[in-house]
């Protein structure tokens, strides 16, 4: 089993800087990509940045130059910087992570609980 724990969401004003955070824990052998998703009501949920095992980053238009990801191996988690924070901003964003549980093991995706940020203008 493989949990997915988000932190760092919240309020907070127009411009204004958000960090937030995927820890994962169980039984992993080894991550694969990492990445920050967001999906609002009645929307399709939508790739926020990626990383890579190799540090590959990828991101939305929407975001670049104002959020950042990255990824700490040693500790499984990662994390994504959002600076200038805009109320089209405002959503729940989830974080996927791609790992094997074993040396033989397929890839897998998992999902953390979701983490509202909302963004006052």
């Known amino acids: 089993q493989v949990q997915l724990v988000e932190s760092g969401g919240g309020l907070v004003q127009a411009g204004g800087s958000l960090r937030l955070s995927c820890a994962a824990s169980?039984?992993?052998?080894?991550?694969?990509?990492m990445g920050w998703y967001r999906q609002a009501p009645g929307k399709q949920r939508e790739l926020v940045a990626s990383i890579t095992s190799g540090g590959s980053t990828n991101y939305a238009t929407s975001v670049k130059g104002r959020f950042t990801i990255s990824r700490d191996n040693a500790k499984i988690t990662v994390y994504m910087q959002m600076n200038s924070l805009k109320p089209e901003d405002t959503t729940v964003y989830y974080c996927n992570v791609a790992l094997r549980s074993g040396p033989k093991s397929p890839r897998s995706g998992y999902w953390g609980q979701g983490t509202q940020v909302t963004v006052s203008s």
């Open positions: 169980g039984t992993i052998f080894s991550i694969c990509d």
